[in-house]
C-alpha cells in the first residue's frame, strides 16, 4: 500500500470515531436551544477545561507560535503570558455572566448584551461584526483542512474535497448534537493534541540537536544568540522592548475573555464553582504551548533562512523520515476541532481552534 494511502486512511478512521463521538454525545441533550448551544449548562471541569482551551488555539497554536520561536525567539513567551493572564477577568466576570445566563436563558454574548442596553440594534451589529470577522477565519481553517488531505494523498484528494470530506464531518455532528459535539470531541483532540505537541517538541530537538540542552547551547553558541535575550525580537528583528512586549501582553490580555466564542463558555458551565475551578486551572493549559515553541527553536540552525516563519513547523516535519503510521497519527492529532453556528439572532462564535497543517503538510503557496 502507498505511503499516502495509509497515511489517509489513518485520517479517515479518526474522522469516523470523531463523528461517532460527536454524534453520541448529544443523545440525552434536551431538544432546546439552552440544550443545542449551551449544553443544558451542564458542563464539568474537564470538558469545560479542553473547550476553553480549543476555543483559544487556533492553527497560530502550530504554526504561528512556533513561527515566532524560530524567528523572534523569546519574544514567543508573550504568548504564555497573555494566555495565563488573560483569564483573570473571566474568574470574575464569568460566573457572574453564568447566572444571568441561567436567570433569563440567555446563550450569548450578543442576547446578554442587547437584553442589558435593551438594544435590538445592538445585537445585530454584534453578530454582523463577528461574521464579517470570523467567515476569513473559517474559510482559512477550511483550506487548510483541505490542503492536509491533498499533501497526505499526494494530490489523490483535491483541496477542494479534502476541505468538504473535513468540514462535512463537523458540521453533521454539530448539527446533531451542538455543544455537547463539541464539547466531546474537544476533550479528546485536546488530549491527542497535547500528546502529538509534547512528542513533537521533544523529538525534533533530540532528532536535530541530541537534545533540548545542546539545542539552546549551540543557539547560545551561534550567531543567533540575540534570539535568546529576553524579550526577544520585534518583527523587524531589532530588539524588542520591554516596554512594547509588556503592553503586547497587556492588550492582548485585557480583551481575551471578551472574544465571543470564549464569553459564551461562561453559559455551559454546570455551575460558579465549576466555572472558577476551570479558570484557575487553565493556566495549565498553557503548558502545551512548551513543546510547540521548543519545535521552532529546533529549526533555527537545523534549517536556516525559513521563510515565511510560520511553516517551520511543516517544513520540519517533511524534511524528517517518519513511519507512515506516526506521520498519520501526527495529521490526525493536529485535526481542525469543530466549529459552530450560534443561533437566536447572536454573535456566531468563530472555529473552536483550527490547526490548519500537519506532518508531510508542505507550506502553501
Request: proline share 8%; aromatic share 12%.
Amino acid at each position: 500500500m502507498p505511503e499516502w494511502a495509509v497515511i489517509l486512511s489513518i485520517c479517515g478512521l479518526y474522522l469516523v470515531l470523531v463523528l461517532g463521538l460527536g454524534v453520541w454525545s448529544g443523545r440525552t441533550v434536551s431538544a432546546s436551544v439552552d440544550g443545542y448551544v449551551a449544553g443544558d449548562r451542564t458542563l464539568g471541569v474537564i470538558v469545560l477545561y479542553f473547550v476553553l482551551g480549543a476555543s483559544v488555539f487556533s492553527s497560530f497554536a502550530f504554526l504561528g507560535a512556533p513561527g515566532w520561536a524560530y524567528s523572534r525567539g523569546a519574544a514567543a513567551f508573550y504568548i504564555i503570558a497573555y494566555g495565563t493572564v488573560g483569564m483573570v477577568p473571566f474568574y470574575f466576570l464569568g460566573p457572574r455572566a453564568r447566572q444571568v445566563g441561567e436567570a433569563f436563558g440567555f446563550v450569548t454574548q450578543a442576547e446578554m448584551l442587547a437584553h442589558r442596553y435593551d438594544s435590538r440594534t445592538l445585537s445585530v451589529v454584534l453578530a454582523a461584526l463577528s461574521v464579517v470577522a470570523f467567515v476569513p477565519y473559517l474559510t482559512l481553517q477550511m483550506k487548510g483542512a483541505g490542503l492536509l488531505l491533498s499533501t497526505i494523498s499526494d494530490g489523490v484528494v483535491p483541496q477542494w474535497l479534502g476541505a468538504l470530506v473535513a468540514y462535512g464531518v463537523v458540521l453533521v455532528y454539530v448539527f446533531a448534537s451542538g455543544m455537547m459535539a463539541i464539547g466531546w470531541t474537544n476533550t479528546v483532540q485536546g488530549l491527542f493534541m497535547m500528546a502529538v505537541a509534547w512528542f513533537l517538541g521533544l523529538y525534533l530537538p533530540e532528532t536535530l540537536h541530541g537534545g533540548i540542552q545542546p539545542m539552546f547551547e549551540a543557539i547560545a553558541a551561534s550567531d543567533k544568540a540575540a534570539l535568546l535575550d529576553v524579550p526577544g525580537l520585534a518583527a523587524d528583528g531589532s530588539p524588542w522592548s520591554w516596554a512594547g512586549y509588556s503592553s503586547a501582553v497587556v492588550v492582548s490580555a485585557v480583551g481575551f475573555s471578551m472574544w465571543p466564542h470564549l464569553f459564551m463558555r461562561a453559559f455551559t458551565a454546570q455551575s460558579n464553582r465549576t466555572l472558577k475551578l476551570t479558570v484557575v486551572l487553565y493556566p495549565t493549559f498553557q503548558l502545551f504551548l512548551v513543546p510547540i515553541l521548543l519545535i521552532g527553536f529546533a529549526g533555527v540552525l537545523a534549517f536556516p533562512g525559513v521563510a515565511p516563519p510560520d511553516t517551520i513547523v511543516p517544513h520540519l516535519l517533511t524534511q524528517i523520515e517518519l513511519p507512515p503510521v506516526l506521520v498519520g497519527l501526527v495529521c490526525a492529532g493536529r485535526w481542525p476541532p469543530p466549529c459552530r453556528r450560534a443561533t437566536r439572532s447572536c454573535t456566531p462564535p468563530p472555529p473552536s481552534g483550527c490547526a490548519t497543517a500537519s506532518s508531510r503538510c508542505s507550506p502553501p503557496p
